[in-house]
C-alpha cells in the first residue's frame, strides 16, 4: 500500500511539529517534564525487564536471578541526577533469615531499594505486578512474592508458606508495611502482615527509612528534579519469643523507630531536604512518643497467621 503525496507532506508536518513542540514543552512546563521524565522512567524499567528476561530464564524461578535485576537497574539514579546515600549497611544480619520493611513512598522506591538489597531477597509485592508486562515476568523469574491483598485467605496462606521458605531456604523478603504509597511526606499506618511473618518464622525485623523525596520530586506538584535521598539501615529487632499478642505492640514499636529516623534524615539538609520544616510539615519537637514494648511472652508452639 502506497501513500498518496499529501499524506507524506502531512506526515513531514507532524514530524516537524513534534520536533518544535517536545523541545518546547521540555524546557518552558514543569508539569510536562514531570511526565516525561516517568514516561521514560517506566518505559526505561519494561525494556530493561526485557532484556533480563532471557538471562534470568536460564535459571528459571530463582531469588538468585535478583542479583540481574538489580545490576541492570542501579544505573537509572544517574539518568536523573539523583544521589543515594545509604547508611547502617553494616546492620544487616550476616548468615541468617530476616524481614525487612521500608516505608513506601513512589514507583522511585525501586532507586533505594537496588542500592541496599541484601543477597538472596526478594520482595513482596501486590498480585498486579505480575500483569505489568515484561516487568511483570522479569519479577516473578526473580522470586518476587505475589499476594492478593483482596484475599485475605490466600494472602494469609501465602505468608504461612513464606514463613517456611525463610528457613528452609535461607531467603530475606522485603515488605512495605505501609500497604500503599504514601506521597503526604509522613508514614501511613502499619498493617500488620510482615510482623506476623517474623514472629511466625522467629527471624529478626530490619527496619530501612528512605528519606522523603519532597525536595526533588512531588506528584501532586507534578514536579522531577536531580537531588539527593538517604536510605537509613536501622539495627535489627528481634522476635525470638514473641507471640501473635505482642504483635501490635511490635508493629508500633517498628514503626515509631522508623518514623523518628525518617523526620530527622528528612530535616537535616542531607536526605530529602527540609520539607518536614516546612508550614504544614511535622515538628520533630511535639511528635508524641509510643510507649516501648511490652514483657516478651514466654515460648510458645509455632503460631499461626490466622491469629
Given at each position: 500500500m502506497e501513500l498518496w503525496p499529501g499524506a507524506w507532506m502531512l506526515l513531514l508536518l507532524l514530524f516537524l511539529l513534534l520536533l518544535f513542540l517536545l523541545p518546547t514543552l521540555w524546557f518552558c512546563s514543569p508539569s510536562a517534564k514531570y511526565f516525561f521524565k516517568m514516561a521514560f522512567y517506566n518505559g526505561w524499567i519494561l525494556f530493561l525487564a526485557v532484556l533480563a528476561i532471557p538471562v534470568c530464564a536460564v535459571r528459571g524461578r530463582n531469588v538468585e536471578n535478583m542479583k540481574i535485576l538489580r545490576l541492570m537497574l542501579l544505573h537509572i539514579k544517574y539518568l536523573y541526577g539523583i544521589r543515594v546515600e545509604v547508611r547502617g549497611a553494616h546492620h544487616f544480619p550476616p548468615s541468617q533469615p530476616y524481614v525487612v520493611v521500608s516505608n513506601h513512598q513512589s514507583s522511585l522506591d525501586l532507586l533505594g531499594m537496588m542500592e541496599v538489597l541484601p543477597g538472596r531477597c526478594v520482595p513482596i509485592a501486590k498480585r498486579e505486578l505480575l500483569w505489568a508486562g515484561s516487568a511483570g515476568l522479569a519479577c516473578w523469574l526473580a522470586g518476587v512474592i505475589f499476594i492478593d491483598r483482596k484475599r485475605t485467605g490466600d494472602a494469609i496462606s501465602v505468608m504461612s508458606e513464606v514463613a517456611q521458605t525463610l528457613l528452609t531456604q535461607d531467603v530475606r523478603v522485603w515488605v512495605f508495611p505501609e500497604g500503599t504509597r504514601n506521597h503526604n511526606g509522613s508514614m501511613l499506618p502499619f498493617k500488620r502482615g510482615a510482623f506476623h511473618l517474623a514472629v511466625q518464622a522467629q527471624v529478626p525485623i530490619v527496619p530501612i527509612v528512605m528519606s522523603s523525596y519532597q525536595d526533588f520530586y512531588c506528584k501532586k506538584e507534578r514536579r522531577?528534579?536531580?537531588?539527593?535521598?538517604?536510605?537509613?539501615?536501622?539495627?535489627?529487632?528481634?522476635?525470638?519469643?514473641?507471640?501473635?499478642?505482642?504483635?501490635?505492640?511490635?508493629?508500633?514499636?517498628?514503626?515509631?523507630?522508623?518514623?523518628?529516623?525518617?523526620?530527622?534524615?528528612?530535616?537535616?539538609?542531607?536526605?530529602?531536604?527540609?520539607?518536614?520544616?516546612?508550614?504544614?510539615?511535622?515538628?520533630?519537637?511535639?511528635?508524641?512518643?509510643?510507649?516501648?514494648?511490652?514483657?516478651?511472652?514466654?515460648?510458645?508452639?509455632?503460631?499461626?497467621?490466622?491469629?
Open positions: 522531577f528534579t536531580s537531588g539527593q535521598c538517604q536510605v537509613r539501615v536501622l539495627p535489627p529487632v528481634p522476635t525470638e519469643g514473641l507471640t501473635p499478642d505482642d504483635v501490635p505492640a511490635l508493629a508500633d514499636r517498628v514503626r515509631h523507630s522508623m518514623l523518628t529516623v525518617f523526620r530527622e534524615i528528612s530535616t537535616d539538609g542531607r536526605g530529602g531536604g527540609d520539607y518536614l520544616k516546612k508550614p504544614g510539615g511535622v515538628n520533630v519537637d511535639t511528635a508524641p512518643l509510643l510507649p516501648p514494648l511490652g514483657p516478651i511472652h514466654g515460648l510458645l508452639p509455632p503460631c499461626s497467621l490466622h491469629s
